[in-house]
């Protein structure tokens, strides 16, 4: 099986799911809504098992979240996790065929995820709360940065998968005259965490889901007095949140 596929699970796939794990019943669920591409299925799993074994109980925000299919996940892993939202700049069409096969399986996801898209889907206008986990994979170049500002902003739990790293555009702290210039880019962000308090935990997921496979998790410690980046925005929600 190449887990690095972008062809589409489809009904034809489902004896690639036979077992009696979540995993193969996700991936029995997916195949019959007929709108993901495999390597999407691995690496988001491989993400939400990972950082659910960290960060629980929680509110999910999924920024650049595609068909948010992590969203999915990470709720599925996590029954004390309240519920998710979904952001991106434009919702797939069939992002509702694939939330209708997933609570039809697990009806008790029903309504747990709400979607900010169009306008609402600029990362730029997006505020996290202290209580929520900020997640995104793949966000590409300085996208995961503005994720990273979102979780930060509020001191939030953070865990991004980079990838499309810009040497012109993102930080690397001068690292990278000791490491290839990619991997000082995701050092220099573990290190922007670490150094205003963060708990950081540095993974990989299997390469040959993605080469691309750092993966980058951020729990909030005590703030440090005086910090620009250590303030805690006010936990009051919105009506409705």
Not at 80 to 102: H, I, T, Y
């Amino acid at each position: 099986m190449d887990k690095s596929s972008r062809s589409r699970l489809t009904r034809h796939t489902l004896p690639d799911f036979a077992g009696d794990t979540l995993f193969d019943a996700v991936g029995r669920v997916v195949s019959e809504a007929e709108c993901l591409p495999r390597k999407e299925l691995f690496e988001s799993w491989e993400v939400a098992s990972r950082v659910r074994r960290r960060v629980r109980g929680r509110p999910i925000l999924d920024l650049a979240a595609g068909h948010g299919l992590l969203a999915w996940l990470l709720l599925l892993l996590d029954p004390n996790a309240p519920g998710a939202r979904c952001v991106d700049r434009k919702k797939p069409p069939s992002a509702e065929r694939l939330e209708a096969a997933l609570v039809a399986r697990w009806p008790r996801l029903a309504g747990k995820v709400r979607w900010e898209h169009g306008r609402q889907g600029d990362l730029r206008s997006v505020t996290a709360y202290p209580d929520e986990l900020v997640v995104s994979v793949h966000a590409c170049g300085t996208l995961t940065d503005r994720v990273l500002d979102t979780a930060l902003a509020a001191r939030a739990a953070v865990a991004v998968l980079p990838c499309c790293h810009s040497l012109g555009k993102c930080d690397t702290a001068g690292l990278e005259a000791w490491m290839a210039g990619d991997l000082a880019i995701d050092a220099a962000r573990a290190l922007r965490l670490r150094a205003i308090g963060y708990r950081v935990y540095l993974q990989t997921i299997p390469a040959d889901i993605t080469p691309q496979n750092r993966l980058i998790i951020g729990v909030p410690a005590a703030p440090l007095p005086g910090h620009p980046e250590a303030r805690q925005l006010p936990g009051t929600r919105p009506e409705g949140r």
